[in-house]
T-cell receptor, first 112, second 118 residues
Framework: KQEVTQIPAALSVPEGENLVLNCSFT??????LQWFRQDPGKGLTSLLL?????REQTSGRLNASLDKSSGRSTLYIAASQPGDSATYLC???????????FGPGTRLSVLP | GAVVSQHPSWVICKSGTSVKIECRSL??????MFWYRQFPKQSLMLMAT?????????EQGVEKDKFLINHASLTLSTLTVTSAHPEDSSFYIC??????????????FGPGTRLTVL
């Protein structure tokens, strides 16, 4: 059974810092991996989707990498801003058309 | 991108009543819809998989007679929480899968429904 973990569980940084969020999954046979952002009491915002054949994806200040063989992904946030404060969720899909398995999330606070 | 809506966005009900939550794909047809539940300060957990025109598949520990799922069309799935109790209070989120060979086989999430049972 696929299990997804995320480290750290919570992170508090001053504005402007670059930071890395980590995601690990136990079954490397994934179809794709996606990073989401969730603001308190809100739904999910898709940030980056990485297909199993890809190594990384970039969008603005965000960069996500995938090392499928080791079961790891990292989300890199450059020049963090207070508006980045949210919970970041990593999720994997095992096969075409199947559900996501979510990690527990990393709660990020960026202090002005 | 594709849009998925949920209605209502929040609902408060008395214990013992039933609540229906709708999940709609607005600009695409969804072969499959997934229902997730998120308790406070926890991550999303899959409740059931809903395929158009067939019975839903429930995850272990989810009571199918309590959480009724209907996927009568390619754009609408409903989750009915029957005889709701305070422990059913949660954030319910659906996602819809296009089922096509699109570039990324993406699934799209609804904004969620906050259920509070008094």
């Amino acid at each position: 059974k696929q299990e997804v973990t995320q480290i750290p569980a919570a992170l508090s940084v001053p504005e402007g810092e670059n930071l890395v969020l980590n995601c690990s999954f136990t079954d490397s046979a994934i179809y794709n991996l996606q990073w989401f952002r969730q603001d308190p009491g809100k739904g999910l915002t898709s940030l980056l989707l990485i297909q199993s054949s890809q190594r990384e994806q970039t969008s603005g200040r965000l960069n996500a990498s995938l090392d499928k063989s080791s079961g790891r992904s990292t989300l890199y946030i450059a020049a963090s801003q207070p508006g980045d404060s949210a919970t970041y969720l990593c999720a994997v899909v095992h096969n075409y058309g199947q559900n996501f398995v979510f990690g527990p999330g990393t709660r990020l606070s960026v202090l002005p | 991108g594709a849009v998925v809506s949920q209605h209502p966005s929040w609902v408060i009900c008395k214990s013992g009543t039933s609540v229906k939550i709708e999940c709609r794909s607005l600009d695409f047809q969804a072969t499959t819809m997934f229902w997730y539940r998120q308790f406070p300060k926890q991550s999303l957990m899959l409740m059931a998989t809903s395929n158009e025109g067939s019975k839903a598949t429930y995850e272990q520990g989810v009571e199918k007679d309590k959480f009724l799922i209907n996927h009568a069309s390619l754009t609408l799935s409903t989750l009915t929480v029957t005889s709701a109790h305070p422990e059913d209070s949660s954030f319910y989120i659906c996602s819809a899968w296009t089922g096509t060979s699109g570039t990324y086989n993406e699934q799209f999430f609804g904004p969620g429904t906050r259920l509070t049972v008094l």
